[in-house]
């Protein structure tokens, strides 16, 4: 059965990711953007995540249900500590993007490093790995964000972008077990990391899987 997924997005970053990710492992699957940049907006001028961003967040869900999607996969991270309030609002699956990938890295390995290139992303990444640790996970966070990749990425220039994050993610590599890049626009920067010899995470493969696993689950 073919299957269809909506994919909200806060930024336009996010798109490549998802759409690139889709292509090489789902091929079959249809996938729907929906998108929202007034919320990194607000987001980045409240400094947390406000009653009216949750409220556009919730609007775009229950678009996304009405278009008969069997999955949501929200892409930015900024919402993920919110995961179980939002899918109270809807009766299909659910996946935040980056809230999968951190319980990999924290059951598997002692000691991750984080890199986050948007800064509201550094609270939110900070309360999902606090939820990580209320599972029961034991291990050392270190969150560092890589200054300027997020406005050189949004300004169009990637190789700015990319040698910024992988920059960030080498300098973790010395004392971190895995590297995590938090936000689906990093994954630009992985062809960078081949010399570093400790894993390096990413989000789309891995909550794509999940949300797919959800999917066929129903």
Known sequence: MKRKIAVIDATRVSLAPVDNTVSALYPEL????????????????????????????VSLINRAESLGVDGILLSCTIFSPYIELLRSFADIPIV???VA????????????GVVVTFQPTVRSVSEVLEKCREKGMEFRAEIRVAEGAFAALSRG???EHNNLVAECARGLSESSDAIVLAQMSHMRAVPLLSDIKVPVLTSPPVSLKLLMDKIEER
């Open 30 to 57: 249809e996938v729907i953007h929906l998108m929202d940049e007034g919320m990194s907006f607000l987001a980045k001028e409240e400094g947390r995540i406000s009653g009216a961003n949750l409220s556009r967040m």
């Open 96 to 98: 935040a993007a980056d």
């Open 101 to 112: 990938m951190f319980e990999k890295a924290t059951a598997d390995y002692r000691n991750i």
């Open 157 to 159: 220039s990637e190789e």
